[in-house]
């Protein structure tokens, strides 16, 4: 019984790092995507700034040529280190992401982790140590039979099922609740 409990404890916790991973996955996907889409528009600019160049060349306006040249240039400066930030926020929200998500898997084995090695033991000890049985077996006269449903109290049914001289009056005084 406690096997098969720990089994789907043990499903349980698999499913949930799968769809983690997956979710991290996603998110990874999404950002590289965001900063292929970005780095497309800067090759636009970059080009459409060039054919402007090209054109100002062409008209031989020296002046004017360098000093668009020198725009675009810090233009392509600026953009550039606006997509490195942006990178770096974007791994940053990635790193805080999987800490969280490795917090949460962490936090959910532990409590399975309690649940399968103190709860489920005590539980099971619970439902099957009985008083009755603990004091027969002091006796050293535990069968099947002893641990019947019994119609006598307890205490009657130990004073017949426990003779004078046995192990439960050597043991009165660990077990204190058996009054002969």
Do not use: D, N, Y
Not at 78 to 103: N, Q, S
């Amino acid at each position: 019984m406690v096997m098969v409990e720990v089994v789907v404890v043990v499903k349980m916790v698999e499913l949930v790092v799968v769809k983690m991973v997956m979710v991290v996955v996603v998110m990874v996907l999404m950002m590289v995507e965001m900063v292929v889409v970005k780095m497309v528009v800067v090759v636009m600019v970059v080009v459409m700034v060039e054919v402007v160049v090209k054109m100002v060349m062409v008209v031989e306006m020296v002046v004017v040529m360098e000093v668009v040249v020198m725009v675009v240039m810090m233009v392509e400066m600026v953009v550039v280190v606006l997509v490195m930030v942006e990178v770096v926020v974007m791994v940053v929200k990635m790193v805080v992401v999987m800490v969280v998500v490795m917090a949460v898997i962490a936090v959910v084995v532990i409590v399975v982790m309690i649940m399968v090695m103190v709860v489920l033991p005590w539980h099971h000890r619970q439902r099957t140590s009985h008083p009755a049985a603990e004091a027969m077996k002091m006796c050293g006269r535990v069968t099947h039979s002893h641990l019947a449903p019994m119609s006598l109290p307890s205490s009657i049914h130990f004073q017949l099922s426990c003779p004078p001289g046995t192990s439960l009056q050597r043991k009165r005084h660990e077990a204190p609740f058996l009054s002969l």
